[in-house]
């Protein structure tokens, strides 16, 4: 049965293929012409980082990593992706729950607010935390001074530095990413409907019940993919980051502000060697894209097979 | 005579638990990391007179800046119109190996970091670059050069136009195609009158996120850019180099001045869309 519908199909397109077919020779130059845009765009960038970092062998490519500046932006990296990935995770799940769930009067405004980080540019987006944070900023001065007029004890008495440090860095990542995982499960959930948490709650399950039970398993994907891509900026920010880092070596830089230095520094193969880290990064989240969307094709082609089947016998 | 009111059951539309406790959230939490802090970005400009703001965002070496910014963003994101559209129609419509490679790699400057873009852009367009040799005897200087940048946006854009068109060709009915051809019409003109103005609104779409993303665009282009005032320093390094100079004022006055351009770009795209969406089911 499924045989003869996918053998009709596979005819089918074909058949509209050949009618609407291009000349052959339009065929060969545009193929040609977005290969060479590809090519000369994607290609040639993505290999030229690897060729640069194994100029001089192997053994210097290690070397880079063996670094204890290295090994100290590296760590920083994963601090930031590790508070600032979970923290977005909950708002994201939050957020989304909020607006699918329920109607509510300003929904398309907060919509449109939660994607505003990605319209700011990153360079802002460090220095709107240097003006609150920094030395000259609104609570900067106060942090540690006890002298706050609005804030109480625990305020003035925090002894902690924003800017220049590690608490900036991941504010600043936080902002950057902070659409990522919301953004991937509202179009998502908005598809997907209310009808069978509502059946759930008709049986008697409770709020985390139904998260957990209905909720999690329908947006699993959706929720791993935003997960991914929030990660994959975490680690990759420059600007926003390079803004309230300081460059402060092997305390302040992360794994792209290292890069940046020893390329400054003429130290081009080094400097590679650790962006090669970064790239493959890049191309294992596109790996992951990939099946996630090659996952919901599939999942999507199933449920409209099943329906094909039952309205043909 | 007494009237009975029959209490009739409140409508409820919240049946849903957790309505409070995730909407509470979600407002605290993007008020606390994104609205508070813009906030007090534009409110650092309240403290400047119009003179101070006016001398801070219009001096020579600031619009020179602009000039660049947006003029660099513009033309990269027009170049990535034909590129895209041909990308996305050569990738939905035509069989050729290396298909699902391609269309995966599309997305590689959304997921590559900017910095290791800038690096390795700078790399193949140096006059010993890979293509920087080929381009130096022609005597056509593309790193540290205004034409460097705008390879930078161009690469930051490309994958923008490619995947708003895409899923519209994959749905344009094949019919409408038919018709045209039925109706005697060439290639061309089915294109032309069929095809584009289909595809129309997705284009715009996709050029406008393109150039939004470009004018704010820092980690690739400082690599290649070189960085001279008046000749290509971009506008969000410009906003780093006041900072680094203290100037936090001058610094804020620009970053409000991008920050409504990017807002007035994203609310042109909104209001394409709501457009779009009206006209599609009116």
């Excluded at chain 1, 319209?119 to 001065?141: K, N, R, T």
């Excluded at chain 1, 070596?249 to 590679?272: C, D, K, S």
């Excluded at chain 2, 957790?18 to 970005?41: E, M, N, Q, R």
């Excluded at chain 2, 034409?147 to 923008?160: C, E, K, R, Y």
């Amino acid at each position: 049965m499924a045989g003869t519908i996918s053998t009709l199909a596979y005819v089918t397109k074909h058949r509209q293929r050949r009618s609407l077919g291009d000349p052959t020779w339009v065929r060969y130059s545009l193929i040609g012409l977005a290969l060479l845009f590809v090519g000369l765009f994607l290609i040639v960038p993505l290999a030229s980082v690897f060729t640069e970092a194994l100029r001089k062998g192997i053994g210097p490519y290690f070397a880079a990593f063996a670094d204890k500046d290295a090994q100290a932006a590296i760590r920083l990296t994963l601090i930031a992706a590790a508070i600032a990935v979970p923290l977005n995770l909950v708002f994201g799940v939050a957020a989304s729950w909020a607006i699918t769930k329920f109607e509510f009067r300003g929904k398309a405004l907060l919509i449109s607010l939660i994607e505003l980080p990605f319209a700011v540019s990153p360079v802002i987006s460090g220095l709107v935390y240097v003006l609150l944070f920094g030395a000259q900023g609104w609570l900067g001065p106060y942090l540690g001074s006890g002298d706050h007029p609005w804030f109480g004890e625990w305020f003035n008495s925090v002894d902690i530095q924003v800017i220049f440090a590690v608490p900036g860095i991941v504010l600043a990542t936080v902002f950057v990413t902070f659409p990522f995982v919301a953004r991937e499960l509202i179009p998502l959930m908005q598809a997907q409907g209310k009808e069978e948490e509502m059946a759930a709650l008709t049986l008697g399950a409770s709020g985390w019940q139904i998260f957990w039970r209905v909720t999690v398993p329908n947006i699993k994907w959706g929720l791993f993919y935003g997960v991914v891509l929030c990660n994959a900026r975490a680690m990759g920010e420059f600007g926003a980051v390079s803004v309230v880092s300081g460059h402060i070596r092997g305390e302040t830089n992360t794994i792209p502000l290292h890069v940046e230095i020893l390329y400054n520094e003429y130290n081009t193969q080094a400097a590679f060697a650790i962006a090669s880290l970064l790239t493959l990064l890049a191309l294992v989240t596109l790996v992951l894209k990939n099946i996630v969307e090659w996952r919901h094709r599939r999942a999507v082609e199933a449920a409209s097979a099943a329906d094909i089947r039952q309205f043909t016998t | 005579m007494t009237t009975t009111t029959i209490a009739l059951p409140r409508f409820r539309r919240r049946i849903l638990p957790g309505f409070g406790i995730s909407l509470g959230f979600t407002l605290v939490y993007l008020s606390v990391i994104v609205l508070i802090p813009l906030a007090a970005t534009f409110a650092k400009t309240a403290g400047m007179t119009w003179t101070e703001f006016f001398a801070a965002v219009w001096s020579p070496r600031v619009v020179a800046s602009y000039r660049l910014t947006f003029g660099a963003s513009f033309l990269a994101a027009l170049f990535n119109v034909p590129c895209g559209v041909t990308l996305a129609w050569v990738l939905v419509r035509y069989e050729f190996p290396g298909r699902r490679l391609i269309d995966g790699l599309v997305d590689l400057p959304f997921a590559l970091p900017t910095a290791v873009a800038g690096i390795a852009l700078t790399a193949i367009y140096a006059k010993n670059g890979w293509i920087g040799q080929w381009l130096e005897p022609l005597g056509i200087q593309v790193a540290y050069t205004p034409l460097g940048i705008w390879v930078a946006l161009t690469f930051i854009g490309l994958p923008f136009v490619v995947r708003t068109v895409q899923p519209i060709l994959e749905e344009l009915e094949p019919e409408l195609e038919e018709a045209a051809a039925t109706l005697g019409a060439t290639r061309a003109q089915t294109f032309r009158r069929v095809i584009f103005p289909a595809l129309r609104p997705a284009i715009i779409t996709g050029f406008a996120l393109a150039f939004a993303r470009a004018v704010g665009e820092y980690g690739s282009v400082v690599f290649i850019a070189g960085n001279r005032p008046m000749h290509t320093e971009i506008t969000p390094l410009l906003i780093i180099t006041k900072l680094e100079q203290y100037d936090y004022r001058g610094a804020t006055a620009l970053a409000v001045v991008m920050l409504l351009g990017s807002f007035a770009i994203l609310f042109g795209i909104q209001l394409i869309q709501r457009r779009t969406a009206r006209r599609a089911n009116p």
